[in-house]
């Protein structure tokens, strides 16, 4: 009798190791898993991706281009970024009659729909910094022949642009004298852009900087108003 207690007990004590060694197993497991997962997801970028194509409101020309970055850069620009909300002339324009959120149904149908026909083709007057200066108007970000967004801007220029607010379309410069509808007056930066939030822009990464300029590069050309408006790109 005593031979078979002790089997019991030893028997006891082995089936009660290998459930601790289990629970270790599992318990490293749960805390690996989530580490394991963020890096495959890359951040949580790959979703962005995927849904920043399917959001896109106009046709995309892919062709050369790094699919990824313009997933990514479409979901910068249209969820969490709203470009088109300035680089457009107004709600009136942003979208069509019915797909205008900010009206009441009907017109609206329930469904918000961009205006292919002016998305991102700049416009929007904010008016002058003082009255009798220059008006503050919204650019046009399309890419023109050459394929190159914001009017044929490089990438270089345009990271320059998000990065330190230059103009390099020089539409207004600081007054020399009293203020005229060229010119901001001081202590306003002519070379700069007035406006555009382009202080907080220059904390993004170098790939969103990338991203947005990919996504930029292709979305349709909007010819804009003739030249020799600011607002004017070449798209032949």
Known sequence: MKVKHRSRAKTRHVVTGALLVAG?????????TPVRVQADDDDGKDWKVERGLAIA??????????????GLGSYIVNAQIPCNDCHTQN???QFVPTGNPYLLRPPFTGRKKVDPATYL??????GPLIPGSAHIVSRNLT?????????G???????????TG????????TCSGAPNETCVPPP???????????PTFQEMSEQDLRAIYEYLSAVPCIAGPPAPSPLHNDCE
């Open 143 to 151: 890419p023109d022949r050459t394929g190159r967004p914001e009017g």
């Open 121 to 126: 083709g700049g416009g929007n007057d904010f």
């Open 24 to 32: 270790v197993v599992l318990l490293a497991a749960s805390f690996e």
């Open 166 to 173: 230059i103009d390099f379309d020089h539409q207004h410069r």
């Open 188 to 198: 306003f930066n002519g070379d700069l852009l007035q406006i555009m939030p382009w």
């Open 57 to 70: 409101p106009v046709p995309l020309n892919l062709a050369g281009k790094d699919r990824r970055l313009v």
């Open 91 to 93: 709600t009136s324009t």
């Open 153 to 163: 801007h490089t990438f270089e220029e345009f990271r320059e642009i998000l990065r």
